[in-house]
């Protein structure tokens, strides 16, 4: 088949290569020149494991291109994907500007007798429908429009693409002269061409086990932002737990593998830490609110989850000042302390940076006068682009180091915000001769707590006894 890719991110990327090692022939379409730039010279923007191998096979295979001309991409063009952004706007809602625009030039380029459109991106409900108007209304030609989130996770994401749990097919409206129609459960009436284009497309993906669930795409969009809320939801609710846990003297570690041995609880996200962060759970569960205010419902555990992670996201910066003896109202209160932050990405595995907790926990050290120094081993060049933009003139107070190590030297604390593979079984020895302070705050809870004491050095967990 012949796909265009609209925007070139995490999700674009990683379906753009996916689809291409699939056998198909595909455009990648980003309209940031500086990223097609590099991605035609062999070199990937982002950091996701396996994806620069792929990227390098299917380019040299001649199935996958990169432009930044929108006609490269929907001539002759089966399926568009479109995979653009839609950050939170300041109210909190999507802002869906890319994918207006997006879809307004992939409407005017539209040269195919019948295209589908399969939207990646995630959009509140309705949007497939606005897609198809604005698409209607600068084009004769025929389309289906098509919601299709996706589901992948930063830093698997090429192995979640390649083998996913489910995908989700909303099958929405059509336009142009219509093919054959076929009527859904819910009354509605589809074009039937788009599901069977949508079926070739994932026939690679369901080869072995048929995970496709049609629906129509009102639903499909809601299941994507129903998913991440409750994921985020079960991460709030442990961290609750887990504060309780401080207060009376439990161990939420012991209380987590009892609970996720339940098979109706299982183990997954009840991991309690720093807060959740990322591209996906804070924006999504905050449009999700909007999208029920909009009809006039409260979804009080969506709210509540959402309250509970800004709590959260304080916790090892409240914990600092507890035990550094300073208060939050006092200017300057940690001035003349260095602190040291491991892990600076919203997760292991990734180089995003974006809400992530180190970045907020940064910001309030820097805020009362602290000097940071930290680590990353992949995400230290994006976190030092979005501290540029928040910090602005107090930058200088920031050093980003090469080395674990390096952060640590003359530290009065060390703040563990990341759990990557490599920052789990650290020499507890050598950062008491490194340290000024003795202070070590576990913001995932993967350091063996005896084992730091007995290195002479003080533990913070997040409620553990
Ligand atoms: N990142 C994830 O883990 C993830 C997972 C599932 C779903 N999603 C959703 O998928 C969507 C994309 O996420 P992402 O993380 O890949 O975004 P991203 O911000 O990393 O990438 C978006 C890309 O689209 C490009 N773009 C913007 N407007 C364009 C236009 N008009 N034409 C062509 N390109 C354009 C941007 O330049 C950028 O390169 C979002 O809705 C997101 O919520 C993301």
């Given amino acids: 088949m012949r796909l265009g890719v609209i925007g070139t991110g995490y999700v674009g990327l990683v379906a753009g290569v996916g689809f291409a090692d699939f056998g198909n022939d595909v455009v990648c379409i980003d309209i940031d020149e500086q990223r097609i730039a590099r991605l035609r010279s062999g070199e990937v923007p982002i950091h996701e494991p396996g994806l620069p191998e792929l990227l390098a096979e299917n380019a040299a295979a001649g199935r996958l291109r990169f432009s930044t001309d929108f006609a490269d991409a929907t001539r002759d063009a089966d399926v568009i994907l479109l995979c653009v952004g839609t950050p939170p706007a300041s109210d909190g809602r999507a802002d869906l500007s890319q994918v207006y ?159 996720g041995m339940d098979q109706r609880i299982g183990p997954s996200f009840l991991f309690p830490g720093v807060g959740y962060g990322g591209s996906c759970f804070p924006k999504d569960t905050r449009a999700l609110l909007h999208i029920a205010e909009d009809v006039r419902l409260t979804l009080a555990l969506v709210e509540a989850t959402e309250q509970i992670n800004q709590r959260q996201k304080r916790l090892l910066f409240d914990k600092l000042l507890l035990q550094l003896s300073a208060r939050e109202d006092q200017p300057g209160a940690l001035s003349g302390r260095e602190i040291a932050v491991w892990g600076l990405a919203f997760k292991p595995e990734t180089d995003d940076v974006r809400e992530a907790p180190a970045l907020t926990l940064i910001e309030k050290l820097v805020g009362l006068g602290a000097k940071v120094r930290a680590y990353d081993p992949v995400a230290s060049d994006t976190a030092r682009q979005s501290l540029a933009a928040s910090l602005q003139a107090k930058l200088s107070h920031v050093e980003i180091v090469d080395g674990a190590y390096d952060a640590v030297a003359g530290a009065d604390a060390l703040c563990l915000c990341t759990e990557w593979r490599q920052l789990r079984q650290p020499d507890f020895r050598r950062i008491a001769r490194l340290m000024r302070g003795d202070l070590l705050l576990d913001g995932r809870n993967i350091w063996d707590p005896s084992q730091v004491r007995a290195a002479g050095l003080r533990y913070e967990g997040v409620g553990r006894r």
């Fill in 101 to 259: 625009a997006a879809a307004e030039t992939v409407g005017r380029n539209l040269s195919s007798e019948f295209t589908v459109l399969v939207n990646k991106s995630t959009v509140p409900v309705g949007t497939a429908e606005r897609v198809r108007d604005i698409i209607a209304n600068v084009t004769d030609k025929a389309f289906a429009v098509v919601s299709n989130p996706e589901f992948l996770k930063e830093g698997s994401a090429v192995d979640d693409f390649l083998r996913p749990d489910r995908v989700i097919i909303g099958v929405g409206p059509s336009a142009g002269p219509p093919g054959r129609l076929l009527t859904l459960s819910t009354g509605e009436q589809v074009d039937e061409r788009a599901r069977a284009v949508i079926r070739q497309l994932y026939a690679a993906v369901v080869r072995k086990n048929d995970r496709l669930l049609f629906m129509d795409a009102r639903s499909s969009e809601l299941t994507k932002y129903a998913s991440n809320a409750y994921l985020a939801m079960r991460i709030s609710f442990m961290n609750d737990v887990a504060r309780l846990c401080e207060q009376i003297g439990a161990d939420v570690e012991l209380v987590r593998r009892g609970m």
